[in-house]
């Protein structure tokens, strides 16, 4: 992700609903290990037999003013990329950070790959918030071990960043940069906002589109926004009351960003409700109308689409070749996109950027009656109207306007290019 630290004027003037105290000499050193900022070697599924490919053990890796090293336990420390080009740090031991001379670190905020946290402090000057993946103290050298936990089968700790934030040594307790958050009644508001601005994000019955590795989809009546966080809610939960996020945002190419909100020092749920609601309900649109960043970490629906597999990968095509992937992202299962190959469809996902094209993460997937042309009442096709061949009247509006796909009239087929 490219984050820029200048602020918006617009969130300064904003009003600024809490500041701490500035201290001059704060550094944020960022260990980025999903995109290897420090340029580590990564050990692949290919390499499983290999037991020291992609081993950090017995390294000093330096970022700023902090050097990590690590100790092996029952399960080794490496850099670790999935098939699905997923990367992170797997820690089955320990790992220490340890300040420069005259320098402290005063707080360790970890991004973390599918919840996978097991790790505990060691006794010191500081303490764990496990639950939020944050550190805050006041050590020259902390230590994190995995141990309790690498002992069982796939508990090693999971890192995709680690930000170390350092001070004075002679500093006595943890004091935030100063930093100013705006007031955002919506995500439309939020989306607003200059990248690297703190916001308060007050959210209205804010459905949860989807949850994946990464994060979650939020969306509320104003727009939708992929929040890079890990918040323990799910698929289907509704959130009502206020969060605190950075405003964020991934850059894939200068035609694709998608809008993100990244998790802050005071992320947290406290200040909101989160209730079950499996009733979420997605924008119908039409598969031409969907190619667009505006799009991006919403729940739609797009109806009687028919399913290609031209390779190893699963498509619906836009009218204008566009191939838009169906990928099951979020694991929700309860379809096979194999058998739907060759037929036509109603997908419902959250659509986003995957990789180098458009995609949906489906949440259902259904097959579309052969018959549906027949469904509309013959009584219904002589009034005028215009109906979508699952017989829905659209009212008497002009075919030219309408998007391109086969629609009914007067008990006639029209096919709009």
Known sequence: MKISTKLSALALLAGAMMSFTAQAETQENLYDFANNNLNLEVATPADWEDATKGVISGQEIRQGDVVLT????????RMWRTNGGVQYLQVGGKITLKADEGRAIKSVNFGVQNYKF?????????????????WTGNATA???????????YNTQSLLLTMTVTTDDADA????????????CANIAEFLALEVGTSARLTLTDAQVNGAYWGGIFVEDATGAVQVTANINVNR??????????????????????????????????????????????????????????????RLVKVENVTVTKPSRFYFITTSDGENIQLIDQMNV????????????????????WNMTRFAIFPTDVVETEATAVAQVKVADQNDGN????????????????????????????????
């Open 70 to 77: 690590a100790i092996d336990g029952a399960k080794v420390n």
């Open 118 to 134: 097991y790790l505990e402090a060691q006794a010191g000057n500081g303490s764990l918030d496990a639950g939020n993946y944050v």
């Open 172 to 183: 006595n307790t943890y004091t935030p940069s100063e930093t100013t958050y705006a007031e």
């Open 236 to 297: 289907n939960d509704v959130l009502n009351g206020v969060i605190c996020l950075t405003r964020d945002q991934d850059d894939f190419d200068a035609d694709h960003i998608i809008p993100c909100a990244a998790s802050d020092a005071l992320t947290s749920l406290d200040e909101v409700t989160v209730t079950s609601d499996n009733t979420l309900i997605p924008t119908i649109m039409a598969i031409d109308a969907l190619p667009s960043n505006d799009n991006f970490s």
């Open 386 to 417: 215009v109906y979508t061949i699952t017989g829905i009247n659209l009212g008497k509006v002009d075919l030219s306007t309408l998007p391109a796909g086969l629609y009914i009239r007067d008990g006639k087929k029209h096919l709009v290019r």
């Open 333 to 352: 299962g309860g379809y096979d996109l194999e058998s739907f190959v060759g037929k036509t469809v109603d997908v419902t996902g959250v659509f986003t």
């Open 142 to 152: 902390i230590t994190f071990d995995n141990e309790n936990a690498a002992n069982e």
